[in-house]
């Protein structure tokens, strides 16, 4: 999460509903540039005082051998659509990319367990105010009231193959 939401710190022209708005369309961008599609659900949204943080699970295995052309990709991506890469971790089973957009919003790729990729966007500091469920449909099954999501679940020719 985003901290430092204290008064000073509060966006005035956006609020909690916006910024999850703002969010969701962060990731569907991100989403729609994954060429082959892989397919996603909606992990869990949480609210802070002032924040929101939304998710979504990549369901698609997403091989060893392809992790580095994933993360290469989104981070070709988000640097395209002006983000600042704050920080890239290398690490072999746990690679992972940082960012921030222009607009303050945090952005981050985790490759988990299994080559499950996870990403999140963190809202900076907002005006308080109900949060409703993504309205984006995801691309696969829903997973309605299932947490934690399955593993990766779904083959692809291209993310799945044990070959670069």
């Known amino acids: ?3 430092g939401c204290v008064n000073h ?7 909690m509903q916006g910024a999850a708005d703002h969010s969701d369309s962060i990731l569907d961008a ?11 659900a909606h992990a869990p949204t949480t609210t802070g005082s002032c924040d929101v943080t939304r998710r979504r699970t990549v369901m698609t ?9 994933f993360l290469g ?4 991506f ?3 659509s002006g983000y600042r890469i704050k920080a890239i971790n290398n690490d072999a089973d746990a690679p992972a990319i940082y960012a921030q957009t222009k607009d303050g919003f945090g952005v981050s790729l985790i490759i ?3 080559g499950q990729a996870f990403f999140e966007v963190d809202s ?3 005006k308080e105010s109900e949060v409703a469920e993504s309205t984006t449909p995801p691309n696969g099954p829903a997973y309605e009231d299932v947490y934690p999501l399955p593993r990766p679940n779904v083959h692809s020719d291209f993310w799945s193959a044990g070959a670069p």
């Open 78 to 80: 988000w640097r395209k």
């Open 61 to 69: 295995i997403v091989s060893e051998a392809r992790r580095g052309s």
């Open 9 to 15: 710190g509060k966006r005035a022209d956006m609020n």
């Open 124 to 126: 900076p500091c907002v």
């Open 1 to 3: 999460m985003i901290s």
């Open 30 to 40: 991100v989403l729609n540039e994954i060429k082959p599609e892989v397919q996603w």
């Open 73 to 76: 990709l989104v981070d070709r």
């Open 112 to 114: 988990g367990f299994k």
